[in-house]
């Protein structure tokens, strides 16, 4: 289980996706401080405390990443992440519609914690993310 105090990121640009973690965590009754970037490049700025961006800090426990990005892809924000050394050791979890083995792999090659196929159903949603949480050290 996470702290309460800490930190999850999530890096979304679907609104509809972003308010379905936001029921599923709250369905969970997780109410750890969450913070939501719209993009790869946004959610760096926020880990780094550049362009503008409050720096999280602490770092985030668990950051909860779309691959489906705009301008910059969740892999090519994984490799900008594990690229940089006070980044690289952040745990992340993909949560994406794409079921595609070539983003699974892709994926696992910068050492993602879990790949995670978005439920159709919010019920089977809320389960996800209650696993992802129950299993988490
Ligand atoms: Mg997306």
Same mark, same amino acid.
Request: aromatic share 6%; proline share 6%; charged share 30%.
């Given at each position: 289980?996470?702290?309460?105090?800490?930190?999850?990121?999530?890096?979304?640009?679907?609104?509809?996706?972003?308010?379905?973690?936001?029921?599923?965590?709250?369905?969970?009754?997780?109410?750890?401080?969450?913070?939501?970037?719209?993009?790869?490049?946004?959610?760096?700025?926020?880990?780094?405390?550049?362009?503008?961006?409050?720096?999280?800090?602490?770092?985030?426990?668990?950051?909860?990443?779309?691959?489906?990005?705009?301008?910059?892809?969740?892999?090519? !924000?994984?490799?900008?992440?594990?690229?940089?050394?006070?980044?690289?050791?952040?745990?992340?979890?993909?949560?994406?519609?794409?079921?595609?083995?070539?983003?699974?792999?892709?994926?696992?090659?910068?050492?993602?914690?879990?790949?995670?196929?978005?439920?159709?159903?919010?019920?089977? !949603?809320?389960?996800?993310?209650?696993?992802?949480?129950?299993?988490?050290?």
């Amino acid at each position: 289980m996470l702290n309460a105090h800490e930190t999850i990121l999530l890096v979304e640009d679907d609104r509809v996706d972003i308010m379905t973690v936001q029921r599923a965590l709250k369905k969970n009754e997780i109410g750890n401080p969450l913070r939501i970037a719209r993009t790869g490049l946004e959610a760096l700025s926020m880990l780094r405390g550049e362009d503008g961006f409050e720096k999280i800090s602490p770092p985030p426990a668990l950051i909860l990443l779309d691959l489906n990005l705009p301008k910059m892809s969740g892999i090519e !924000f994984l490799r900008e992440l594990r690229d940089d050394p006070e980044l690289k050791e952040l745990r992340i979890i993909v949560l994406t519609s794409s079921n595609e083995p070539k983003d699974r792999a892709a994926a696992f090659e910068y050492d993602v914690d879990d790949y995670i196929v978005k439920p159709h159903s919010f019920d089977e !949603f809320t389960r996800a993310i209650a696993t992802i949480l129950a299993l988490w050290e």
